[in-house]
């Protein structure tokens, strides 16, 4: 509750205040924002320090909690400038507010938990032991060298450390790509086409990262911001949480059910409690919202409003769908 609750109202808060621009609304997002972060670092720093074994998957996840200390509290600063009008340079903490939520937290927490869940959920070779225990500690050595050239004002040397990160980025997605075409089971699962679209905007934001870095004429700077944003937030990011979500939420259930009514019932297993048809048809959904919202970067004034609305309705098939396994738990669990 000290963490879901704040978390939740302090998100509404911030999109309130971003919508009115009121001071007061960016105060009071800051502390709900920085409560229920502060409590989730706190817990999950001090769970994946005690972990028994020091895998790849803790280790990312060590260095991506560290991201998002650091993505954290540059929001705050942020939000102490619109909040509180402190005098900050604004534009710089900005950029590296939004890359360091991006590559430091989530590109680093999804490498960590795809070591752990791609080979055990879809049964496919395990990621090669260098990257596994590697990438993200080099990752975030960069993303720190990178920060550090670009407060100090060392473009050239940022724009190749930025090169470097936009590599490491794509090998990482390169090899799941690879990973997930190996999957020794033949049986259709939706969820494989979450994680294929999720590290294909993945890779596509690193090619287009390192395509602008060294043809700044071949777009408008406007366009590749919106790109990006599009590509890691939706495509990279919203692509593998549904996926995961699919996977977790029925697991969950059935674990649960199992617990509680274990030889007194039949329990159903997991594609009953959410049959593939519903996740595949979201999926083709998600996707359709993803690549209008990618036109309606070029195409403005025509498309924003249609991705706005695809968006919306694929977000609320997810949670129709999750629903349904919520339903069919329940009706499991009090059946006479």
């Known amino acids: 509750m000290l963490i879901h609750l704040p978390l939740t109202l302090g998100a509404l808060a911030l999109a309130g205040a971003f919508l009115l621009g009121v001071p007061l609304g960016f105060q009071i997002a800051s502390g709900l924002l920085g409560l229920g972060f502060g409590v989730a670092l706190i817990v999950f720093t001090f769970a994946v320090w005690r972990a028994p074994v020091t895998s790849g998957t803790v280790i990312a996840v060590r260095c991506a909690l560290g991201g998002l200390l650091v993505t954290v509290t540059l929001g705050l600063l942020l939000g102490g400038f619109f909040g509180w009008g402190l005098s900050l340079p604004v534009v710089a903490i900005t950029t590296l507010h939004a890359v360091w939520g991006l590559l430091g937290w989530t590109v680093l927490l999804v490498a960590g938990i795809a070591d752990q869940v791609v080979s055990m959920f879809h049964i496919t070779p395990p990621y090669p032991r260098w990257l596994s225990r590697g990438f993200a500690p080099l990752m975030a050595a960069a993303l720190a060298a990178w920060s550090a050239l670009i407060l100090g004002g060392w473009e050239i040397a940022a724009q190749a450390m930025g090169a470097m990160l936009a590599v490491g980025v794509a090998i990482f997605a390169g090899t799941t790509l690879v990973l997930l075409a190996q999957r020794r089971r033949k049986i259709g699962d939706p969820v494989v086409g979450y994680w294929r679209i999720s590290m294909i905007s993945l890779l596509a934001s690193a090619v287009l990262w390192l395509a ?13 911001e919106w790109l990006l944003g599009i590509l890691l937030i939706v495509g990279f990011a919203g692509g593998v949480i549904n996926g995961m979500l699919y996977k977790i939420a029925p697991f969950l259930a059935w674990f649960h059910l199992q617990a509680q009514l274990l ?42 409003y249609p991705a706005a609305l695809a968006l919306g309705l694929t977000g609320a098939w997810l949670g129709a769908n999750l629903w349904t396994v919520w339903r069919n738990y329940r009706r499991v669990l009090f059946r006479p």
């Open 212 to 224: 602008v870095s060294f043809a700044p004429a071949l777009m408008p700077w406007s366009m590749v």
């Open 263 to 304: 030889g007194r019932t039949k329990i159903p297993h997991m594609k009953q409690l959410l049959p593939d048809a519903p996740v595949r048809q979201q999926g083709w959904a998600y996707l359709a919202a993803l690549l209008l919202l990618l036109a309606a970067a070029a195409y403005p004034s025509v498309l924003t």
